[in-house]
T-cell receptor, first 111, second 113 residues
């Protein structure tokens, strides 16, 4: 089945850019998502990208997709303390409806 | 502000008891999912419905779990009998048809002692 990998932790200074990376194995992935989860809360959809796109920008968020390397990244510009959370990469395969999630990356903001 | 709602938010029960979790999808969404989140396994898809028909429940332990959609505005996930290993956060999510954004509810945190 599909495998989605993420680093467990990322530490950045407030005001710097954060780049969270994700790799996946199935090339038939159609939609790729980024979700944010704060402690004790549900998953908040941040953004998503279609597999026929290379980049998507939405305010401070930039998603880059490298289909050849099966690599997805989320860049958060001007990282703030409110960005501290777990960020999940999720992949929807062609022909499927459910999402396969990575284990999540804990984003830690240093003052 | 359309959102997925889930009840209860927290549930503590003893092993062997029946547990029922409820979800109200976003109005107009016809595809409803159940996921489970644990520290060890992360987020896993349990089952999902489209237009109230079950499409896939391969992620769900069949002997004790059951999922239904009595109507378009209510999805239920039942565990009978519950076991300590069922302790997890159970999320419901919904979306419109096969494409597009999938929105999650706040989750039900289940503790089985």
């Amino acid at each position: 089945g599909e495998d989605v990998e993420q680093s467990l932790f990322l530490s950045v200074r407030e005001g710097d850019s954060s780049v969270i990376n994700c790799t996946y194995t199935d090339s038939s992935s159609t939609y790729l998502y980024w979700y944010k989860q704060e402690p004790g809360a549900g998953l908040q959809l941040l953004t998503y990208i279609f597999s026929n796109m290379d980049m998507k920008q939405d305010q401070r968020l930039t998603v880059l997709l490298n289909k050849k390397d099966k690599h997805l990244s989320l860049r958060i510009a001007d990282t703030q303390t409110g960005d501290s959370a777990i960020y999940f990469c999720a992949v929807q395969l062609g022909g499927a409806d459910g999402l396969t999630f990575g284990k999540g990356t804990h984003l830690i903001i240093q003052p | 502000d359309a959102r997925v709602t889930q009840t209860p938010r927290h549930k503590v029960t003893e092993m062997g008891q029946e547990v029922t979790m409820r979800c109200q999808p976003i109005l107009g969404h016809n595809t409803v999912f159940w996921y489970r989140q644990t520290m060890m396994q992360g987020l896993e898809l349990l089952a999902y419905f489209r237009n109230r028909a079950p499409l896939d429940d391969s992620g769900m332990p069949k002997d004790r779990f059951s999922a239904e959609m009595p109507d378009a505005t209510l999805a239920t996930l039942k565990i009978q009998p519950s076991e300590p290993r069922d302790s997890a956060v159970y999320f419901c999510a919904s979306k419109l048809d096969r494409v597009g954004e999938q929105y999650f509810g706040p989750g039900t945190r289940l503790t089985v002692t």
